[in-house]
């Protein structure tokens, strides 16, 4: 079957980094989404990777090992509004994303 | 700036009552329209797929004839929750894939709904 596993909840400290692990297991794969959800609000896309290695965008950096079925989205330089839940999404050979159930993140002063 | 557009963000209405939420890709053609639903402190459940020109594809234990999906343009795909109960009360996203190559989902903002 299709899964995607990621931690429930991490908790960091303002100013550090983070990284969230995410595996997954797909018919088929056409890519890893990162996606940040704050509490009431719909999810918005942070990260892309269909190749294997590091894509860095400012703070946010995304890895994939496809040969691993891993990927994680390192955060750093926390800020307080970092704070939210983090989905991992794996899209399958019918291009449909297969959700996890998502990292929710606590950022402390 | 936003690129699918979610409307109402927000509905309180009596139970027995239909709500219909729109859902419009603003500047990308989407023949594939996701409706996802999402309890407070969970993860989003995929509802169904709707396809531009046919029918919806629903998920299981996702009741067809209570939330109707009607995918009649290239840019706008509609959800109606039938005869809405409380338990219906959710939080309900909208999502459009971008068919150009290595394109994400793009989430509307979200409705929430609820029914009293």
């Known amino acids: 079957g299709q899964n995607i ?13 983070v990284q969230i692990n995410c595996t997954y297991q797909t018919s088929g794969f056409n890519g890893l989404f ?27 950096s995304s890895f994939l090992s496809r040969s691993k079925g891993y990927s994680y989205l390192l955060l750093k330089e926390l800020q307080m509004k970092d704070s939210a839940s983090y989905l991992c999404a794996a899209m399958d050979s019918n ?7 998502g990292t929710k993140l606590i950022i402390k002063p | ?15 027995g009552t239909s709500v219909k939420i729109e859902c419009r890709s603003l500047d990308f ?14 993860s989003l459940m995929l509802m169904a797929t709707s396809n531009e020109g046919s029918k919806a594809t629903y998920e299981q234990g996702v009741e067809k004839d209570k ?12 959800l109606t929750v039938t005869s809405a109960h409380p338990e219906d009360s959710s939080f309900y996203i ?23």
């Open chain 2, 1 to 15: 700036g936003a690129v699918v557009s979610q409307h109402p963000s927000w509905v309180i209405c009596k139970s």
């Open chain 2, 29 to 42: 053609q989407a023949t594939t329209m996701f409706w996802y639903r999402q309890f407070p402190k969970q």
């Open chain 1, 34 to 60: 990162w996606y940040q959800q704050h509490a009431g609000e719909a999810p918005t896309f942070l990260s892309y990777n269909v190749l294997d290695g590091l894509e860095e965008k400012g703070r946010f």
């Open chain 2, 67 to 78: 939330f109707l999906i009607n995918h009649a343009s290239l840019t706008l795909s509609t």
């Open chain 2, 94 to 116: 909208c999502s459009a894939r971008d068919l150009r190559e290595n394109q994400p989902q793009h989430f509307g903002d979200g409705t929430r709904l609820s029914i009293l």
């Open chain 1, 95 to 101: 291009y449909q994303l297969i959700w996890g159930a």
């Open chain 1, 5 to 17: 596993d990621q931690p429930t909840e991490m908790t960091a400290t303002e100013g550090a980094i």
